[in-house]
């Protein structure tokens, strides 16, 4: 895809979704943490209806210690991994107390320092808490980038990389959600809904599904 078809692209996606924002419900940078860190393997809406309950009592790392790991798992059982994640916020939530005064760092090195951060996660936060115009690869802006012909890589790491170097500076702070919310509601996996993607004559996927959808 050429630079100026790519332009086209987030142009078009700008115009349908001026202000774009994760679907995670969190109240504060350490909820949206607690958030991204229970979505790993899992869907936002799974992870909504657990903290929903959650976040009435657990708003800052000290709330999540005396909450326990009993506390937190009754809380989360409902998301994959529970087990693990139930330890790693627990862990991260002793981190940010002891080394970060119960703040969330805006600091690609120590987030990713944090047990249930990795990168994906570093710039889950970074962008949508802190504004960096860093794009976070998950499966789906994995499938958008390589089946329209983007920003195509063998790997999340490389697909993110070429994403930093094609988005067009003016919209790379909102690329990471304009992808996934193109990928989940519209290039999806088994059958993508080509004929109402707002880009689909930018597109070069081969494979189109260009047939009438019932309803």
């Known amino acids: 895809m050429n630079a100026g078809k ?8 700008q115009a349908a979704n001026p202000h774009p924002t994760t679907e995670l419900e969190y109240g504060n940078t350490f909820q949206l943490l607690v958030a991204v860190i229970l979505s790993a393997q899992a869907t936002d809406r799974s992870v909504n209806k657990a903290t929903r309950a959650l976040f009435r009592k657990v708003k800052t790392p000290s709330d999540m210690l005396a909450l326990g790991e009993e506390g937190l798992k ?6 994959g991994l529970y ?18 005064g119960g703040k969330v760092p805006r600091d690609r090195k120590a987030l990713e320092a944090l047990p249930g951060v990795g990168r994906k996660t570093a710039n889950v936060i970074l962008n949508t808490a802190f504004g960096e115009p860093v794009i976070a690869v998950d499966t789906h802006i994995f499938r958008v980038a390589n089946r329209t012909g983007l920003a195509p890589g063998r790997n999340v790491r490389e697909v993110e990389e070429r994403l930093q170097r094609r988005v067009p500076p003016e919209y790379r702070k909102d690329a990471h959600h304009w992808l996934i919310l193109l990928g989940r509601y519209v290039c999806t996996a088994r059958k993508p809904h080509c004929r109402r993607c707002p880009i689909q004559d930018l597109c070069e996927y081969r494979h189109k599904n260009l047939q009438d959808e019932p309803g």
């Open 74 to 79: 009754r809380h989360i059982r409902t998301i």
């Open 83 to 100: 087990n693990t994640k139930a330890r790693n916020l627990l862990r991260t939530s002793r981190i940010l107390l002891e080394r970060h």
């Open 6 to 13: 790519r332009r086209e692209l987030f142009a078009r996606l």
